[in-house]
RNA sequence: GGGGACGUAGCUCAGCUGGAUAGAGCAUCUGCCUUCUAAGCAGAGGGUCGCAGGUUCGAGUCCUGCCGUCCCUACCA
């Protein structure tokens, strides 16, 4: 048998049921175990008999001693009773349960199901990053640390749009309203935040060509051209601006403790022709046709009928323009196909940069390399993390794999969806932006790069940093400076990611400033502050001259069973021990919102524990054992909650 | 017009495949720092789960209709 930690009872006792009611009644449904609202009623539940109750034309009641009766004991459990109209509550044995989480963690050894690629982060390299753009890093990197979490290989691809119309409108806007060189902007691009510098023209460029006249456009296109093309000096400072900037992404990204493992460029996947390869793909296999008539003339589409049921007969998404140019999706598709090994062909890598972790970051090119790089691409599952208003697209994209006769891998392409950040009307008063009439009556109002409409990532980082340096420093005055200032970072990240995880993902945040810096109640620094405490505790005690017990030797499972006889032990032993159930539940739902709310509640639960039990103080020496234990094993759960959330434990609090 | 999401406490949000008395945080009010740090703890008030039907032993959760909010519906990405 295996220790009975939570997770595995949990999945394995259903099992049992389950083939128990199949040999006695034939019945076929799966079986789920619930848990109890009150925990009077023990930690389990089955409500199986009602659904049995009517297939055998019996009383719930009847049904469920039956089962009671039958199943006779299992593993872990201490008894199994009637309540209510029919629910079977099942009580564990807290002894055994106790004792069992002594036993060294068993990784999880399910079988790898190959590659999973989680695609994230992905911000046009034309501006600096915002609030909207930290919702999808922070979700795609704790996706990632849950998924690694459990043992699954995970690569994190990070997609650079370098050849697009945003870089394509800096450009014009340093050529045509800036008269720069291309020297001149190299200058530019080597000083310190560029990225702040293009945030700025950018929105002035987008408003200039919103009130320009016809042959501006027509410029604004050739700058376009030059840089898809690869040619000519606004392909040239497209890519210096662009390089410059994914720079500054990574840098702001590292803060948070975001990394990834490969960037791939749109301009590779355009110069090596991997849109070619996909596009006679496509036409062989009549997954797009040429339009020869109507407003779609002389474009290359995709028949509605192939994404979605309610299309009506003209629906059909543009692949390739009239003129030539392949539109986003279908170089979307494309890049799809390499993800998962479909296209015959790969990028050539070359090191970008190492990380203060030594993670190295490589990034394509179009020319062989001498460096090895790792394989990258060739995934089984895809994770892109993309904003719900770009659905369709993403159907497009999974229609354009389905049309092509890779319907498995079609399956295997999930639209990590989640819904934008917006800006509260108070916070948009605070920086001082004019509201129309119409924005001022909404609840929330929609970032825009293109009117520079925003908080900047970086800002808001160093506000949350400025905010957490004046609590530290209230509260540890004779601390080295450099000190506060870590603890204040990983404060500051700390609040920052938990509020970016704490909604699920369909809910529209409207970033309110004030409630982004606040470090009490359901936050980060709530949860961090329970870890410290854990840790203190476990000081205090070194400091004194004492060390922590050989749990193993000192604690029986008698001695466990005779302190979970106490109905508050026994409830936080449980409650720290389902970490890996609140994990499994966050990734079978893909919510990473549920690992941060059990993380609160674990905190929660650690600060009654602290508050109601002076563990270092307790005189009965198991209990004293006991109490250094459940301190120890808080803060491992803790730690290993938070280390998913990629949340730091900062020094002191 | 079509497609999608949402509507739960004053505010912001959870609510796991339909289960037992609908939960947090903030805000308001009342207590608790000579104790392992009060970024904390204990407690109080606050709900026709948008409205109306339906399915079910059982509905915040599923179905239908209505009302309201938001997003998408480009030869932009």
Not at 107 to 132: C, D, F, L, M, Q
Not at 171 to 180: C, D, H, P, Q
Not at 248 to 264: I, K, N, Q, W
Not at 421 to 437: F, H, K, N, Q, Y
Request: charged share 25%; net charge negative; with cysteine.
């Amino acid at each position: 048998m295996n220790f009975p930690v939570f997770h595995h009872i949990q999945t394995h006792l259903p099992e049992q049921v389950s083939a128990h009611l199949q040999a006695r009644y034939g019945y076929d449904a799966p079986v789920w175990l619930e848990q109890p609202a009150d925990p009077a009623f023990g930690e389990l539940a089955l409500t199986i008999a009602f659904q049995l109750a009517k297939q055998l034309k019996k009383a719930p009641r009847a049904v469920a001693q039956e089962l009671i009766d039958e199943l006779g004991s299992l593993p872990g459990v201490a008894q199994m009773e009637i309540a209510g109209p029919g629910y079977i509550n099942i009580r564990l044995d807290r002894g055994v349960y106790g004792s069992s989480l002594l036993k060294p963690d068993e990784r999880s050894t399910e079988a790898a199901a190959g590659k999973i690629i989680v695609e994230h982060t992905n911000i046009n390299p034309n501006k600096a990053a915002h609030i909207g753009h930290l919702r999808n890093a922070v979700l795609g990197d704790t996706f990632v640390r849950m998924l690694r979490s459990t043992g699954a290989q995970v690569e994190v691809q990070n997609y650079i749009d370098n050849t697009g119309v945003q870089v394509a409108d800096v450009v014009a806007g340093f050529l045509k309203l800036e008269n720069k060189s291309l020297d001149e902007v190299r200058v530019l691009a080597a000083q310190p935040r560029f990225d702040y510098l293009c945030w700025d023209l950018y929105a002035r460029v987008s408003q200039h060509f919103a009130a320009s006249k016809d042959d501006e456009k027509n410029w604004r296109q050739e700058v376009l051209h030059s840089i898809e093309e690869g040619s000519g000096v606004a392909s040239e400072m497209g890519h210096l601006v662009s390089d410059a900037i994914v720079l500054c992404h990574l840098a702001t990204m590292a803060r948070l403790g975001v990394s990834y493992d490969v960037l791939p460029r749109e301009s590779e996947i355009l110069h090596l022709k991997f849109w070619a390869t996909a596009f006679e793909l496509l036409k062989e296999r009549n997954a797009i046709h040429l339009e020869t008539e109507g407003p779609k003339k002389g474009c290359w589409v995709m028949a509605g009928s192939h994404y979605s049921d309610e299309a009506a007969e003209d629906d059909s998404k543009v692949i390739v323009r009239s003129n030539g140019i392949v539109t986003y999706v279908g170089k979307d598709i494309a890049y799809q196909l390499w993800k998962f090994g479909l296209l015959g062909k790969d990028f050539h890598y070359h090191p970008l940069l190492t990380g203060s972790n030594g993670h190295q970051v490589w990034v394509s090119t179009d020319h062989p390399q001498s460096s090895s790089a790792p394989k990258f691409g060739g995934g089984s599952t895809v994770y892109n993390v993309i904003d719900s208003r770009q659905a369709y697209l993403q159907d497009v994209v999974a229609a354009g794999l389905r049309a092509l006769g890779y319907i498995d891998q079609a399956e295997r392409s999930i639209h990590f969806s989640y819904e934008m950040v917006a800006l509260s009307p108070r916070t948009c008063a605070e920086l001082g932006i004019d509201l129309s009439d119409s924005d001022k009556s909404k609840a929330h109002v929609q970032v825009s790069g293109r009117k520079g409409l925003g908080v900047k990532a970086d800002d808001l980082i160093d506000k949350l940093i400025e905010k957490a340096r004046v609590e530290v420093d209230d509260r540890h005055p004779q601390a080295p400076v450099a000190e506060r200032q870590a603890v204040a970072t990983d404060i500051a990240i700390g609040a920052l990611r938990y509020f970016m995880l704490k909604f699920t993902r369909n809910t529209v945040i409207a970033f309110d400033m004030q409630e982004a810096l606040s470090f009490e109640g359901e936050t980060g620094p709530y949860v961090q502050y329970a870890a410290v405490r854990s840790r203190n505790i476990l000081r205090k005690l070194e400091e004194r001259g004492e060390k922590l017990p050989d749990f193993a030797a000192v604690l029986s499972s008698d001695a466990f069973g005779r302190q979970l006889a106490q109905e508050d032990f026994w409830q936080l032993t449980l409650a720290v021990s389902k970490a890996d159930a609140a994990v499994a539940r966050a990734i079978a739902s893909g919510e990473p919102a549920h690992v941060a709310k059990y993380a609160f509640t674990l905190a929660q639960s650690f600060n009654t524990f602290y508050h109601d039990y002076p563990v270092i103080h307790e005189t009965d020496p198991e209990k004293k054992s006991f109490l250094l234990w459940m301190t120890d094993y808080f803060r491992r759960q803790l730690e290993r909650t938070l280390d998913v959330l990629g949340i730091r434990v900062p020094q002191y609090m």
